[in-house]
């Protein structure tokens, strides 16, 4: 079965930048892209950053893209996201996971498998 871990969350004042790192362990073999998405408080959940495993596109959320990069170690299954620049709005617990289709219009379609999530806090 599948297992995801999330790291790196944590408080930060706004402007400044945090980077998250997922371990993704057991993957199917049907995988063929990673992501990050967030659920902020009383929101559902968003997608963030999706990376495509076959060619290397790359999409990202209207909310953050020019702030966030998403990046893989090494062709592994260690999955990055560096945020800059965050502000309130970046509020959220951020999951990272796998899945089966990549599109450039919504991103990676996840496998319903999941971390506990990192939570990332904004100050003002």
């Known amino acids: 079965q599948m297992q995801v871990m999330e790291s790196g969350g944590g408080s930060v004042q706004a402007g400044e930048s945090r980077t998250l790192s997922c371990g993704l362990f057991?993957?199917?073999?049907?995988?063929?892209?990673m992501g990050w998405y967030r659920r902020a408080p009383g929101e559902e959940l968003e997608g963030v950053a999706a990376l495509d495993l076959d060619g290397g596109d790359t999409w990202y959320g209207n909310s953050v893209r020019g702030r966030f990069t998403i990046s893989r170690h090494n062709a592994g299954n260690t999955l990055y996201l560096q945020m800059n620049n965050l502000n309130t709005d970046d509020t959220a617990i951020y999951y990272c996971?796998?899945?089966?289709?990549?599109?450039?219009?919504?991103?990676?379609?996840?496998?319903?498998?999941w971390g506990q999530g990192a939570q990332v806090s904004v100050c003002a």
């Open positions: 996971a796998a899945g089966s289709f990549y599109t450039n219009l919504v991103g990676c379609v996840h496998f319903d498998s």
């Open positions: 057991r993957l199917p073999d049907n995988t063929k892209c």
